[in-house]
């Protein structure tokens, strides 16, 4: 990732992921926000270390934060877009160097009755596990480690069976070939990247999910693939009538793992329905074209491979899975399941950032959080017209789950 960083020519393309908490409530004191924050530390690794060295040498070294530089307040004008603005350029601000790679901005005065916390880390450090488990961690009740959403279906010690390392190789290669689907030489890509966020009501993902005898993470890409196909048919015909490749991290930390810090993921690719059908047809084969991601068997071979594998081979697959010709949209999704506070305060909305690096068209990840399922997108704003895709996707999860005529 950090490899990847450095052929950004533009801070959009960082590898920065992170969270926006809009809660209601009086806005805290900043001292106090820095002690709550220290006196979880212990709990939570991932705000705690620092990777040194390169290569088969890297190895995490522990690193106390401190917490007058990691947290600190920004004063936001109450102009509709003052907050999105706020959070735009603080995206694209370095994290601190030479410290672990974080950083917590009480952002106040956008609202009369609330504020927000932007919480922000480099993906080389943390991923979608680490920031449930640093949100559940602050501001969550106290949890075991075992009841984090982070740890569901990972098994605790795989053992992947021989018949399942053959099937999950070959599901792997299926998905790895070369497609070159976003190397247009007329329309190259760029660094500089659309954010845009957009809501649902959680109810619309379970009643697709519920009808098409589907998870809500199917829906969700569902949703994302019938975006994708009726966009390009006039911003991207290369994309048009043809399976939609997408990467989609799967989970492999087990619970006592929870907050670690790294990366504990498999980048997977899946080929999503393209082209026009009806919403029924694509969730079904959205389902179906997923099912390897659900398996607890598929994901002990994934986990195996990163835990075993030889560093140069697993260098070359990290090179392979960079390669131009094989980058293509991200999708992720994650749920936080418990209600998040801080003092009196309440979350009522979990905004996700995704990062989208150089070479990758888009990056989409969708967080449920209660009542509401909030996705952010990561465009390359050198694709022509999408950033309607948040609309296409929004407007498709409607129908998805409107009672049948």
Not at 100 to 112: D, E, I, K, N
Not at 130 to 155: C, H, I, K, M, Y
Not at 209 to 225: C, F, K, P, Q
Request: aromatic share 4%; proline share 8%; charged share 20%.
């Amino acid at each position: 990732m950090c490899d990847t960083e450095r052929r950004a020519e533009h801070p959009d393309a960082m590898s920065t992921v992170g969270a926006v908490l809009h809660l209601t409530g009086t806005v805290p004191d900043l001292a106090d926000l820095r002690d709550h924050v220290a006196a979880c530390l212990s709990g939570l690794p991932c705000l705690t270390h620092v990777l040194s060295g390169d290569g088969p040498k890297a190895h995490w070294v522990s690193a106390t934060p401190d917490m007058e530089r990691h947290i600190v307040a920004v004063q936001v004008g109450r102009e509709p877009q003052s907050l999105d603005a706020a959070v735009r350029g603080l995206l694209r601000e370095p994290l601190p160097e030479g410290a672990p790679a974080w950083r917590m901005v009480l952002l106040h005065g956008h609202v009369t009755d609330g504020f927000a916390l932007l919480y922000l880390a480099h993906h080389a450090v943390q991923d979608g596990g680490n920031l449930v488990a640093v949100t559940e961690g602050l501001f969550g009740s106290s949890l075991l480690p075992d009841q984090s959403a982070v740890a569901r279906g990972v098994p605790r010690a795989p053992r992947p069976r021989p018949g399942q390392i053959l099937r999950s190789t070959a599901t792997l290669l299926r998905h790895f070939r070369k497609h070159g689907l976003w190397k247009a030489p007329s329309q190259p890509l760029s660094s500089r990247r659309h954010l845009l966020l957009t809501q649902v009501p959680t109810a619309w993902l379970r009643t697709a999910a519920r009808t098409g005898r589907a998870s809500t993470n199917d829906v969700y890409l569902a949703a994302l693939a019938h975006a994708i196909a009726e966009w390009a048919g006039s911003g991207w015909p290369r994309a048009a009538d043809i399976p939609i490749p997408v990467m989609v991290p799967v989970n492999l930390r087990t619970a006592d793992e929870v907050a670690a810090p790294g990366n504990r993921l498999f980048l997977t690719g899946v080929a999503l329905p393209g082209g026009n059908m009806p919403f029924a047809r694509r969730l079904a084969l959205t389902r179906a074209a997923t099912a390897a991601l659900r398996s607890a068997q598929h994901k002990a071979v994934l986990r195996t491979a990163l835990a075993r594998l030889p560093h140069w081979a697993l260098q070359r697959l990290v090179a392979m899975s960079t390669d131009p010709g094989r980058l293509t949209v991200c999708a992720s999704s994650f749920v936080l399941r418990h209600r998040l506070r801080y003092g009196d305060a309440v979350v009522n909305r979990v905004d996700p950032l995704i990062c989208c690096p150089p070479g990758v068209p888009a990056a989409v990840a969708m967080c449920v959080y209660e009542d509401v399922a909030s996705a952010c997108f990561r465009i390359d704003e050198a694709l022509p017209d999408a950033e309607g895709l948040p609309a296409r996707w929004r407007q498709a999860l409607e129908e998805m789950a409107a009672p049948s005529q």
